[in-house]
């Protein structure tokens, strides 16, 4: 066989029969379980203690001094319910920011996998859904703990483990875009302190938006955090007809920032 044949021949074997293989993404998350796996406890404790710290706080300490209740709750019900965001953004953004930014940078993990048949969409996709597949799973951390300090559990709330993966799809994401962006991993502190902060703080975590002024009133309408913050209370209180357009809302924002997270990785890996 010529050499000319054999590079032709080359080529056909890496030509992908369709973009978005299952199986490809598959295997790129199944990495990262496997990696998962040596330091799971660790983060199912700090998942479990941070709740219980927090309640202990704010839900009793505070709340039983200061405060009789928000809208009705009391404030520990209103405080298990808004911490669901808490722990969803932090499961998702920051892991996506340091992991992509260190795997990328550091470890050269990405031009390993990309080496395979992989492309760069698979990939994003790929460090997204198991992103958003944790965190939907440790955001549910928080009621459970809420539960256990007098939070009447209903069969609503089985649908918070997919408004935590829905909403952690586009935290993952911009997580990515901002590792795919920035130039130093030192670079990190200014986008979890003008960012990232002020989105659970004015998330109705901790208390109702109604009481911000009126500009943050309508700023925080637009906070995925507050839409999801809303969903969960939903799901423990009762849902109104406004919350269907709530998770189109947080759908919509997954979907804008995989296609951003995926050009960006693109420019960095590609270009």
Same mark, same amino acid.
């Given at each position: 066989?010529?050499?000319?044949?054999? #590079? #032709?021949?080359?080529?056909?074997? @890496?030509?992908?029969? @369709?973009?978005?293989?299952?199986?490809?993404?598959?295997? +790129?998350?199944?990495?990262?379980?496997?990696?998962?796996?040596?330091?799971?406890?660790?983060?199912?404790?700090?998942?479990?203690?941070?709740p219980i710290v927090y309640l202990l706080a704010f839900g009793v300490g505070l709340?039983?001094?200061?405060?009789?209740?928000?809208?009705?709750?009391?404030?520990?019900?209103?405080?298990?319910?808004?911490?669901?965001?808490?722990? +969803?953004?932090?499961?998702?953004?920051?892991?996506?920011?340091?992991?992509?930014?260190?795997?990328?940078?550091? /470890?050269?993990?990405? $031009?390993?996998?990309?080496?395979?048949?992989? $492309?760069?969409?698979?990939?994003? #996709?790929?460090?997204?859904?198991?992103?958003?597949?944790?965190?939907?799973?440790?955001?549910?951390?928080?009621?459970?703990?809420?539960?256990?300090?007098?939070?009447?559990?209903?069969?609503?709330? %089985?649908?918070?483990?997919?408004?935590?993966?829905?909403?952690?799809?586009?935290?993952?994401?911009?997580?990515?875009?901002?590792?795919?962006?920035?130039?130093?991993?030192?670079?990190?502190?200014?986008? #979890?302190?003008?960012?990232?902060?002020?989105?659970?703080? +004015?998330?109705?975590?901790?208390?109702?938006? $109604? /009481?911000?002024?009126?500009?943050? /009133?309508?700023?925080?309408?637009?906070?995925?955090?507050? /839409?999801?913050?809303? %969903?969960? @209370?939903?799901?423990?209180?009762?849902?109104?007809?406004?919350? %269907?357009?709530?998770?189109?809302?947080?759908?919509?924002?997954?979907?804008? %920032?995989?296609? +951003?997270?995926?050009?960006?990785?693109?420019?960095?890996?590609? $270009?």
């Amino acid at each position: 066989m010529s050499a000319g044949a054999a #590079t #032709t021949a080359g080529r056909a074997g @890496r030509v992908r029969v @369709r973009r978005m293989d299952p199986v490809v993404i598959g295997g +790129v998350m199944s990495r990262e379980v496997a990696n998962f796996r040596t330091y799971w406890k660790g983060t199912a404790f700090s998942s479990i203690l941070e709740p219980i710290v927090y309640l202990l706080a704010f839900g009793v300490g505070l709340g039983s001094t200061l405060i009789d209740g928000v809208d009705g709750l009391s404030y520990a019900e209103f405080v298990a319910t808004g911490m669901v965001a808490t722990a +969803v953004i932090f499961s998702s953004a920051l892991p996506a920011m340091f992991g992509t930014f260190v795997k990328e940078r550091f /470890q050269n993990t990405y $031009d390993a996998i990309l080496a395979a048949p992989v $492309d760069v969409e698979e990939l994003v #996709t790929a460090e997204m859904l198991w992103i958003g597949i944790r965190a939907g799973f440790f955001g549910c951390f928080p009621l459970i703990v809420g539960i256990a300090f007098g939070l009447d559990p209903t069969p609503a709330m %089985l649908l918070v483990p997919l408004f935590g993966f829905v909403t952690a799809l586009g935290f993952a994401a911009f997580g990515i875009t901002v590792a795919a962006s920035v130039a130093k991993i030192d670079q990190f502190n200014y986008v #979890t302190t003008l960012v990232i902060t002020p989105l659970f703080l +004015v998330a109705g975590t901790f208390f109702p938006i $109604d /009481q911000l002024p009126e500009g943050l /009133q309508v700023a925080a309408n637009f906070n995925p955090l507050y /839409q999801l913050v809303e %969903l969960v @209370r939903g799901a423990a209180f009762g849902f109104e007809a406004v919350d %269907l357009l709530r998770f189109a809302a947080l759908a919509t924002f997954s979907l804008v %920032l995989w296609r +951003v997270a995926i050009s960006r990785m693109t420019k960095r890996l590609i $270009d």
